[in-house]
Every structure is written in C-alpha cells, then in structure tokens.
T-cell receptor
Framework: TQLLEQSPQFLSIQEGENLTVYCNSS?????LQWYRQEPGEGPVLLVT?????EVKKLKRLTFQFGDARKDSSLHITAAQPGDTGLYLC?????????????FGKGTLLTVNP | NAGVMQNPRHLVRRRGQEARLRCSPM?????VYWYRQLPEEGLKFMVY????????ESGMPKERFSAEFPKEGPSILRIQQVVRGDSAAYFC????????????FGPGTRLTVT
C-alpha cells in the first residue's frame, strides 16, 4: 500500500501570514491532486499536477510537484480566514490503476482574523 | 450544471439494521467511485463502478457491503447488519473517464451507528 504523509497535521496562523504544507511519499505517482475539504462537505478539487517539477498557481496558492513525482507542496501567500479548511493531497496509483486515489490524512489549516 | 449529489446527508442506524446510501453522478459522468472516511483517517477507496458493472471492489469489505450502479437511477452503497465500526463519512465521486485526475466528489453521507 502506498502512503502519502502530510505535514504538518495541524497549522494555526494569523491572517496575512504565508505557509507551506507538504505531501510526501516513498512511491512514484502518475499524478497528484490537492483538495480542500470544509467541515461537513466533500473534498473540492483545487489542482492536478502530472509532470515532475511542475508548478501551478491558483491566485494566492502555489502547488509544486517534486522532480521525482514522489512529493508535493502547497504554498499559500497572505492567508485569509476563507482559506481555513482541511487540505488533502491524493495520488493515483501508478502501478496499473489510473483511477484509484490514495489520500493523505490532510493538514487542518486555521487562519485567524 | 448540478454536481455530484448524495442522499441522505446524515443517516442514523441501530446496530443490525441496513444502511442504503445513494449517489447521483454529475451529468455526463458514467464512472462512479465510493470512498470512506473514518474518524482520524484519510479517505479510503472502496469500489469503482460503471453503469451495470462493478469494475474494482478491492477496497470494499467482503461481508455486509455491496454496491451497484443500475442502468437507470443512482448508484447505491448498501451496508447490511451495520456495526459501530461502520460509522463514517461515505463519499461518492464521479468522472467522465476512468481517471483519477477528473474525480469530482459529492458532499458525503455521514452514517452513525448507535
């Protein structure tokens, strides 16, 4: 079973601060997705990265896929209270299945006003 | 364009009862996936279905759990004789193609077994 380790598990910051959360694995993934999940709701897809070294930006969010496609990071600039939520990374098993997502346990981010 | 719909959003069952969870995929999506999120755990893949076919049920417990996606109507995840350990959030996702990169999730059903 391939594992995705996310760190930190919890993060509480003040509005306006920058932050980075990480998603690491010992295995290679064909693609990696980042989701945000709010309490009582389902995960909402933020971005998909597929190429080693790829960087994608979504407003104040910057996503990077490691060169070896084993890790990824999410950087948020000038965090806002609306960024509060559980950030999940998920990868697809490159060992044959291209549909089965493996999820990390997530980073619970709280942005205080 | 409606997203993935799940009902009920909350379901309470006593031990030994049956739970039926429904999922209507996004319009144009014929691939459905079920995931389970246990407290303090990440989402775990359970089963992948296409219309009238179970493609991969490797993540689903062998006993008491079953899933279907009929030609007409929603996909259904059925749990028979529920136990306390079945309490979890169950999420359905759908995609237009069988790819992990295009799965869109519903709001989930929170099952509580008392």
């Amino acid at each position: 079973t391939q594992l995705l380790e996310q760190s930190p598990q919890f993060l509480s910051i003040q509005e306006g601060e920058n932050l980075t959360v990480y998603c690491n694995s010992s295995s290679v993934f064909s693609s990696l997705q980042w989701y945000r999940q709010e309490p009582g709701e389902g995960p909402v897809l933020l971005v998909t990265v597929v190429t080693g070294g790829e960087v994608k930006k979504l407003k104040r969010l910057t996503f990077q896929f490691g060169d070896a496609r084993k890790d990824s990071s999410l950087h948020i600039t000038a965090a806002q209270p609306g960024d509060t939520g559980l950030y999940l990374c998920a990868g697809d098993n490159s060992g044959g299945s291209n549909y089965k997502l493996t999820f990390g346990k997530g980073t619970l981010l709280t942005v205080n006003p | 364009n409606a997203g993935v719909m799940q009902n009920p959003r909350h379901l309470v069952r006593r031990r030994g009862q049956e739970a039926r969870l429904r999922c209507s995929p996004m319009k144009g999506h014929s691939h459905v996936y079920w995931y389970r999120q246990l407290p303090e755990e990440g989402l775990k893949f359970m089963v992948y279905l296409q219309k009238e076919n179970i493609i991969d049920e490797s993540g689903m417990p062998k006993e008491r759990f079953s899933a279907e996606f009929p030609k007409e109507g929603p996909s259904i995840l059925r749990i028979q004789q529920v136990v306390r350990g079945d309490s979890a959030a169950y999420f359905c996702a759908s995609s237009p193609h069988p790819r992990a990169t295009e799965q869109y999730f519903g709001p989930g059903t929170r099952l509580t077994v008392t």
